[in-house]
C-alpha cells in the first residue's frame, strides 16, 4: 500500500467499500500502487496495467490494454465506442466483488503477461477517424487553419475530431469548430 494513495480509500464516498475491497484483490496480485489522475493506479514494473475508479452508478477496474485480454468469462466493457485499448469491469456492490475475487486476480494476472509480452493494440490511425463536413469546410475556407490542425499531434487531432463530431445537429458541430479555430490557430490541443 501506498501512503500517498490512502486519502483516496478514507474520503467518504458512495463506493468506499467496493474500491477498497478492489483495493485488497489488486494487491494481492503483486502491483506497484501508486496515485495517477486522482485515482489508485496499479503498475507492473512501471507500466500501468489497471486503475480504480468510482463513477455516480457503478465503480470499476479499468484495464489499460483490456483490448487484449482474453475475456473468457465476457465481463470486460468498452466504455465507449471511441476508447480503442481500455476496458472496464464494473461493480454495483461489495459482493459482487467478493464473488469475483478469482476471476479479477486471473485476468490481472493475464494483464500482467500481456505487457511482459509487449504486445500492442493496433490503434486507428488519426485519418481513419470521420471529419464533419462542418470542419471540412473551414479548413478548405482557410489555409492558415489547415496548416496549424495538421501541425497538431495525432492526439490533438484526435480529439478535435471526436469533439468536433459528437453532436447530432450541423448547428452545434459548426459552433464548436468556430469556437475552436483559435486555439487550433495557437497550436493548442482541444483540453491544453
Known sequence: MN??????????QKWQEEVTKLRTIVLDCGLTEELKWGHPCYAFQKSNIVLIHAFKEYCALLFFKGALLNDAKGILIQQTENVQV???IR???????????????AYIYEA???????????LKKTKEF??????????KANPALKAAFYALTPGRQRAYLLYFSAPKQSKT????????????????????
Open 3 to 12: 501512503p500517498k494513495v490512502d486519502f483516496f480509500f478514507n474520503k467518504d
Open 86 to 88: 481500455a476496458r472496464q
Open 91 to 105: 461493480f454495483t456492490n461489495v459482493r459482487e466483488i467478493v464473488k469475483m475475487a478469482p476471476v479479477l486476480k
Open 112 to 122: 500482467i503477461e500481456v505487457e511482459k509480452s509487449g504486445i500492442k493494440v493496433k
Open 130 to 139: 470521420a471529419m464533419p463536413e462542418e470542419f471540412q469546410n473551414q479548413l
Open 173 to 192: 458541430r459548426e459552433s464548436r469548430v468556430e469556437n475552436s479555430i483559435p486555439q487550433i490557430l495557437n497550436g493548442m490541443g482541444l483540453n491544453d
